[in-house]
């Protein structure tokens, strides 16, 4: 039997809304629109028992504040004014009970709808004007199993959250994590997501944020490891004035796919936007970016940018960019561009002339081109710990 | 000593250089000045090792060594310099990173040991007040936002932390105010030396009253055509490409 078969006769009883999505549209397949670059057939196609870990035992979080063990949180230290919710409490609070409660629709929300069915979330709530950061780690420790990290965070009135996560592997896992976000007026997310999984684990990540007026989001993604790496990002922008900034960089070796989705939906005036994407494909690897605007009727003003540039290392890498624009307002400020290509053999003719030999100078020219992501980030030591995995996964050579 | 000798060099099908001829003795300073097209460029991609051009007849020699086999970085690492006339941006690379990797990657290939960071900035900071270049510039990305003079500054600033022995300047004065001119000029002059050449191309005269060249030759039609000392310049920039070759031109 392959995974899904046992996870859907595994879910065969349940009855709840989430369950019943998944169970009757299964894995996404490229037909869906929002899928069609990045096959899920490996994953389909594995025969690992379906085994969700038992809760961990209390494990120790090494540096971080929060480490998911097999998607079960251990939560070792916790800021002042940030509190982790019982579920009980949680479903006091009406927008933390409404994301324990909410109901996917959508086919290509299946994986995520599988998350909620099959998770227990960690609640997190930032109290009013804190400023609050939080280091998490993602860990699939157990072998052939699907694991189902699953976070509810709301950030309240002029509250700001940094959240810093790293998912990895011990091998042969799937994670496939569901992260929902309330960000209330005038408060602020930093959120910065690294994906250097083993690479016979395959990750998804699923992240819903729901963001009201005068809030400031800022996103940084990179993937590097695994097998499959997507990270599907959804912005609903409640209110005026909310400024967001992402840059996310997929890097694609061996096999490798990875992928970022990007959806933003500006439903109300004068919000900022501005997404920037790099990809690096060498090998045989696939590196997807779709992103879309989608500007309401009401949403004046809006001044929303997107930029995605490619570089294919090799003849047999590709990179699939699909940028979007829905737009029904008439006074709005909107744009993409999307480049593919190979290094530019000026650039790699001056390095040498200066004497650098080839192969360094077209590494220099690839740590240049994802350095204009990781300089987007605001917190240094976050860069610095990118830059090294980049770095390694530049020196490396990767089979497979 | 460089010599370049009888030649020829072809872009797809079109012959650029038809035969060129050259020597360049140890110490001297010679300028190439020569209507538009009439291979000035060329000649200095070919003889710094760019792609794109096939070598149809004729060598370059330097030391006594031909380098036409040479890739771009070995030429340099024996002490070839390219002053580009069009230098390129590189987003995301740090100047100072590119400059440091640079010299090292000479030092290696010379059989030296590689600078730490204390040396190589006391070098740098020696040729960047040489050059009036200001202490933020290079913590920039590689000539990213940089001005026409500050482009040109950096191009002179790589050659004397390189400290080539050979030095081809293909239009240094292009998009330089008078100012910048002379700062371009004096980090030139400062790097004469008996061990030393230049090869400066330019289209103008006004580059060689700050650059003083002991040999003056045109180019056209891919050839030398005439060959003279500084005076040669002079009367070039009074009567014309025209006048002084004929039908070359």
Known sequence: MTLIDTLKSTLADDTSANAKLFLDNGIPTPKIEKWHYTNLNNIMRTTWPFQKASHASQQSCGESDIRFFDGHATVCSVPDGVTILAEREASAHPILQSMRTQEFSKRDE??????HSQSTPLFILVDKKVEATLVLENFSMLKESVNFPHLCIAVTEAASLTLSSHSHSAGEAWSNILTQIHIANDASLTLMNLQNERKDTAHTSHTFIQAEEGSALNIYGMNIGGSLGRQTIDIDLNGKNIQTNIAAANLADGKQTQDFTIHMNHNHPSCDTNVFSRNVCRGRGQSVFQGKFYVAQQAQQT???????SLLLSDRARADSKPELEIYADDVKCGHGATVGTLDSESLFYLMARGVPRKDAENLLVEGFIEEMLTRIPDDATAKIWRAHFAAWLAATYEG | MIEIKNLHARVD?????????LTIPNGEVHAIMGPNGAGKSTLANVISGK???????????FHGQSVLEMEPEERAHLGLFLAFQYPVEIPGVNSMTFLRTALNA?????????????????IVKTAMKNLKIKDDFLKRSVNVGFSGGEKKRFEILQMQVLSPTFAVLDETDSGLDIDALKVVAEGV?????????FLVITHYQRLLDYIEPDVVHILADGKIQKTGDKNLALELEEKGYDAVIGDAA
């Open chain 2, 106 to 122: 000479k030092r290696k290939a010379n059989g030296e040991a590689e600078l730490d960071g204390a040396e190589f900035l006391r």
């Open chain 2, 189 to 197: 002059n400062m790097l004469r030396d008996p061990s030393r050449s």
């Open chain 2, 13 to 21: 099908d079109k012959e650029i250089l038809k035969g060129l001829s």
């Open chain 1, 303 to 309: 001044d929303a940018e997107m930029s995605c540039k």
């Open chain 2, 51 to 61: 792609d794109g051009y096939e070598i149809t007849e004729g060598d370059i020699l």
């Open chain 1, 110 to 115: 299946s994986l995520a709808a599988l998350s």
